[in-house]
């Protein structure tokens, strides 16, 4: 009998093995054991041909022979293979001795030089690491190497142990070596090419050594070895580097402080902490008593550690710099071999208070509502304040006599000033759309200001569409054009609101005709989804040059909803001649005068929108009789751009809004009383964001009679400018207004007005510049868009907004993304408040990573990075007899661990952690004995569970849960086994049956098995008796650096006394490092 089968694994490449049994063997066993045909070489993306095919047939002719076909990787293609194999009565021994081969070649990088102190080895046995016997050198300074092999089979790959943070290119990782064992041969140019290596530098600006031109400090990157939850890699600094292993408390002249420090590494060795703070702010870490923590061993986990902030420290803002890593006596600066390097902003406290900006969320046309979280929260008191005990209190008279926000919200200041509480504008809704300063005191005359920057949650969970005007320039001499009815991403007028299920999209669109019914030509949908609409202008015979027609969107909730607007074209102004006239004119707040009229508005001012009515036919004194004639009634949609423009808002009995219509707004003289029977004539609402809709009153006069352009005020309503417009203005429209309970009419004299029809009215629109806030006459400061992290199979919108920064000016959003380096789709939203991605079609679990640009209202930018993962990671590692080893002997007792993790954005996690975790794990029964000891749950679970079948090699739906959560860091349970046969044990974690799956407590339902990654695990268990695995190896190895053993910057008497402790302990044995940087032998 035998089987021929593929192989494949992150760390194995698809390769062919083969086994089998004769009559004579003992049954149940297959002693011949495992056996490779051919390895692999690197990996396929060609084409997804792993798999496709494989056979096995037996020789017709002796009956005996097995011929096998399968597919083998190739250097990045794949391969047939095809190969026979017969077994004799005996099971075949090991390879016998070869004539000795030369392998030499040189590890350079990409397109530069060679790397220096690379080790190379001859894997012989293809287990990723070089064991006792296996021929290994390290490059020379040029990248140069070579080794003999005395003794191979008959296929081996020849492997490079990179330190942390170098990446091979194209991945190409090892390189298959064929030995003729009867000739002498040479394998020259055995090369690998590196794209270079990545590190993790601090972040802290310049003028502090952080660059690699300034020699910055920077680790080689090691994922599992760091502080905190995240680590970043890059070829150089980069500011936006993620900081979140350190926590410290207050830091006050002349007092005590305390720090938090988070230490992750992953069962690798400890390292020590090195801290330097600059007291004096001076821009270096170079001072007397600048290297605060040195030396510090700390092991995995969180530590507490006490400092004191010296007297002479300067007040203010500062920096500090944090490294973890193995070396002893760490500079400032300078390479380490791995580790992180964590640059922190702090601020030692002086005699003033600082207040420090704020973020908070509020419902779109809510009541009053208390900003959470309390803007004091992250305030900073005065060192004489805190050595007084006084808390800070926000300032009421620091708030002065207009408390209102950028866009008009009121804000209102707790009597104790403890809190603040604020009222948003109508209808505004979006992120970071609205913001305010307040003030703090110490209690002791300190006091100092801040920004609280509001995002707007829209009240509708449905779309709304809004009006859309294109005037005569958008179709001058063209026959077909492209137009936007979202406006999504860019702002202006008529651009629609997506509410709280984005994105939306065009379902429906009606036929473009005018007044009168006759064709202006034919619509049709480009993209839905980005709101892009084509307009084939080629109007019919009689048509009257202003046409319309209605679109529909709906979207993502199920079931949709959906909204529906209008748009008017002026396609041809000449073909109807105008009788009225609706003309925008901004002026100062004080003036209603068109006199006064505006073309430019700080960031932040209100001024006054008014709107006239200019009854075309008429002109003074000619003919003198048309004082009868003139505007009767007019009605309109006004369309501005929300991110740059705001109504204010109105109470009740507000005298700026006397018909009560929620924002302010007065009608001209004209327009104000209304007579002859008339009522609820005047009508508006600002509720929708970006529309002032159906808006107008009639006259009590029998016409307007005799006026000068732009005519008789038919409002004036108050606006603030909430958005710079960086150079460009912004536009405000006038429009048709589609439901129309009073029609736009004029007077000549007769009993009856004339109803005006659209197109033969002139809307007119205003250009506005908005000149952007400056800080002290500058630009101001850029903000800070922060790496994001979210779990795999994440989909639809994510808020990667959350986290980012901003510094002098308000109004995030993001502006600009770069497509998934994996495939699928990512956009801005519609509301710019975010991203939505879309993975790769049939790969929705491949992890990702793109780059999204933010900006504030002025414009200045930033650019971060977004990964996808898992939302729960397994881990299964191994305790070899007590120890932390990945190898092991036969009679050794093997403890397989499994732990779970949470591995969701942090955005998505509060501490709580898992309310279940449990998985199945397969392992090889002909190597491990399960021991009586058997399974041994930890401690946090409450109700476990456990099934396992004698001889299954399978350890069943082996999990549990808690009432009160597991925390983000978990152990599931602990399995001791007995290694009984040499060989590789693989362990194989899986999704259990449903009801023992994975779950969250702040999250509905389980975690779909697709989201977890449930680990896997390998364990060489060799031969050999007498020291027991896990008690002869150690991690006191050193890849560049023989007399360094403990790889801690320098070699001497400690390194000695480590190893020779090691040996009387244990006793004499190879000391190979089970670390994942094994390399030399001692």
């Not at 690379?118 to 990723?128: I, K, Q, S």
């Not at 480009?526 to 027609?549: I, K, Y």
């Not at 971060?864 to 002997?889: R, W």
């Not at 007995?978 to 449903?994: I, K, Q, V």
Request: glycine fraction near 12%; avoid cysteine.
């Amino acid at each position: 009998i035998a089987i021929g089968y593929n192989v494949s694994s992150l760390v194995v490449s698809p390769s062919i093995r083969y086994s089998g049994r004769v009559a004579s063997d003992p049954l149940g066993t297959l002693i011949r054991g495992e056996h490779t045909a051919r390895n692999g070489i690197g990996a396929s993306t060609i084409d997804e041909r792993w798999g496709d095919y494989s056979s096995m047939v037996v020789d017709p002719v002796d009956d005996t022979t097995f011929w096998f076909t399968g597919g083998v990787a190739d250097a990045g293609v794949w391969d047939t293979q095809i190969f026979s194999v017969s077994f004799g009565d005996d099971p075949p021994g090991p390879p016998g001795p070869g004539v000795p081969g030369e392998v030499s070649g040189n590890v350079f990088i990409q397109g530069g030089d060679g790397v220096a102190g690379v080790p190379v080895y001859a894997d012989l046995n293809n287990n990723f690491r070089p064991d006792p016997g296996e021929a290994i050198a390290s490059t020379d300074r040029y990248g140069n190497y070579s080794f003999q092999v005395p003794s191979v089979p008959n296929l081996f790959n020849v492997r490079v142990n990179l330190p942390p943070g170098w990446v091979f290119t194209n991945s190409q990782d090892q390189v298959g070596i064929e030995l003729d064992a009867s000739v002498t041969q040479t394998f020259p140019d055995t090369d690998f090419s590196l794209q270079g290596q990545v590190f993790d530098f601090g972040n802290a600006p310049a003028p502090y050594p952080t660059s690699l031109a300034d020699d910055g400090a920077r680790f080689g990157l090691d994922p599992l070895y760091r502080l905190g939850d995240t680590i970043d890699g890059e070829a150089d600094a980069n500011p936006a580097d993620t900081n979140d292993g350190v926590v410290m408390s207050a830091l006050a002249i002349g007092q005590a402080a305390t720090i938090q420090v988070d230490v992750q590494t992953n069962g690798l060795s400890a390292g020590r902490l090195h801290a330097f703070f600059d007291w004096n702010q001076d821009g270096d870490w170079n001072d007397l008593d600048e290297h605060v923590i040195a030396n510090v061993e700390l092991e995995s986990g969180m530590h507490s550690l006490g400092i004191s902030v010296p007297g002479h420290a300067q007040s203010g803002p500062s920096y500090a710099r944090f490294m973890y890593g193995h070396e002893y006596n760490k500079g400032v600066t300078g390479e380490g071999r791995k580790g992180e390097v964590e640059d922190h902003e702090i601020f030692v406290l002086g005699d003033q208070p600082v207040a420090r900006d704020d973020m908070a969320t509020v419902d779109q046309n809510s009541a009053s509502t208390e900003i959470t979280p309390n803007v004091l929260s992250n305030d900073l008191n005065s060192a004489p304040g805190l050595a007084q005990g006084n808390p800070l209190i926000i300032s009421q008279e620091g708030m002065g006599t207009d408390a209102n926000s950028v866009r008009g919200g009121v804000i209102d200041v707790a009597s104790d000033g403890s809190t603040i509480f604020y009222t948003p504008p109508l209808g505004v809704s979006g992120q970071a759309v609205d913001s305010f300063t307040y003030q703090i005191s110490d209690g002791l005359g300190g006091m100092d200001t801040a920004v609280v920057t509001i995002d707007i949650t829209p009240s509708s969970t449905g779309p709304v569409a809004v009006d859309d005007f294109f005037g005569e320039s958008v179709f001058a001499g063209q026959t077909s054009v492209v137009l936007d009815l979202f406006k999504l991403g860019v702002g202006g007028p008529g651009a629609d609101e997506p509410g709280q299920n984005p994105p939306i999209s065009i379902i429906s669109l009606t036929d473009p005709v005018d007044s009168n019914g006759v064709s202006a030509g034919s619509v049709t949908v480009t993209n839905a989804a980005a709101g892009l609409v084509s307009f084939a202008n080629n109007p019919d015979v009689g048509f009257n040059g202003l046409a319309t027609f209605q679109y529909t969107i709906q979207n993502s909730a199920i079931p949709a909803a959906t909204s529906t607007a209008t748009v008017t074209l002026s396609i041809d102004p000449t073909a109807t001649p105008d009788i009225l006239s609706l003309t925008p004119v901004a002026t100062p707040l004080a003036s209603i005068n068109p006199v006064d009229a505006i073309t430019e508005v700080d960031q932040g001012d209100v001024f006054r929108l008014n709107v006239f009515a200019d009854d075309l036919r008429t002109t003074l004194g000619s003919p003198a009789t048309d004082a009868n004639l003139g505007a009767l009634s007019a009605y309109l949609d006004v369309l501005y751009d929300r991110t740059k423009l705001a109504p204010i808002t109105a109470s009740v009995g507000d005298p700026e809004d006397p018909e009560g219509l929620g924002f302010k707004i007065q009608f001209g003289p004209a327009f104000s009383t209304i007579g002859d029977g008339i009522t609820n004539a005047i009508t508006g609402s600002a509720a929708t964001s970006g529309l002032v809709d159906e808006v107008g009153s009639a006259t009590i006069l029998n016409g307007t009679g005799l006026d000068s352009p732009p005519g008789e005020l038919l409002f004036s309503m108050q606006v603030r400018a909430v958005g710079a417009t960086n150079g460009q203005p912004t536009t405000i429209v006038t429009d048709p207004n589609e439901v129309t309970l009073f029609e736009t009419t004029v007077n000549d004299g007769a009993p009856s007005p004339i109803v005006v029809p659209f197109e033969q009215i002139t809307y007119n629109s205003l250009d506005l510049m908005i000149v952007g806030q400056q800080t002290n006459g500058e630009p101001g400061i850029a903000p800070v868009a922060l790496n994001d992290a979210f779990a795999l199979g994440a989909v639809g919108q994510l808020n990667v907004l959350d986290n980012d920064q901003l510094r002098s000016n308000p109004g995030r959003r993001v502006v600009a993304v770069e497509q998934p380096l994996n495939g699928g789709v990512v956009v801005v939203s519609p509301q710019m408040n975010g991203v939505i991605y879309t993975p790769p079609a049939g790969n929705e679990n491949t992890p990702n990573s793109f780059t999204y640009t933010m900006s504030d209202n002025l414009g200045l930018q930033s650019t971060a990075t977004v990964t996808i993962g898992p939302q729960a990671e397994y881990d299964i590692s191994f305790l070899v007899n007590g120890m932390p080893a990945s190898i092991a002997n036969v009679g050794d007792e093997v403890t397989v661990v499994v732990t779970a993790r949470d591995t969701r954005a942090p955005s998505q996690r509060d501490g709580s952690g898992f309310q279940a975790v449990g998985l199945d794990l397969s392992y090889d029964q002909t190597l491990l004995d399960l021991s009586q000891q058997g399974v041994t749950f930890g401690s946090n679970l409450e109700n476990p569970e456990y099934d396992h079948v004698a001889g299954s090699g399978l350890l069943d739906n082996v999990g549990g849960s808690a009432n009160s959560g597991l925390g983000e860091a978990v152990e599931v349970y602990s399995a001791t086994f007995t290694a009984t046969s040499e060989g590789t044990a693989n362990f194989l974690g899986a999704a259990p049956d449903a009801n023992l799956g994975t779950s969250f407590v702040n999250a509905s339902g389980g975690v779909d098995s697709r989201f977890v990654d449930f680990g896997t695990g390998v364990l060489q268990i060799h031969a050999e008796q007498g020291v027991r695995a896990g008690e002869s190896y150690s991690a006191y190895t050193n890849l560049s650096d023989r007399v360094d053993v403990d790889g801690d910057g320098s070699g001497g008497l400690a390194d000695i006394l480590g190893v020779v402790r090691r040996i009387h302990q244990y006793g004499e044995a190879d000391l190979p490092n089970i670390s994942p940087e094994v390399a030399m032998f001692y």
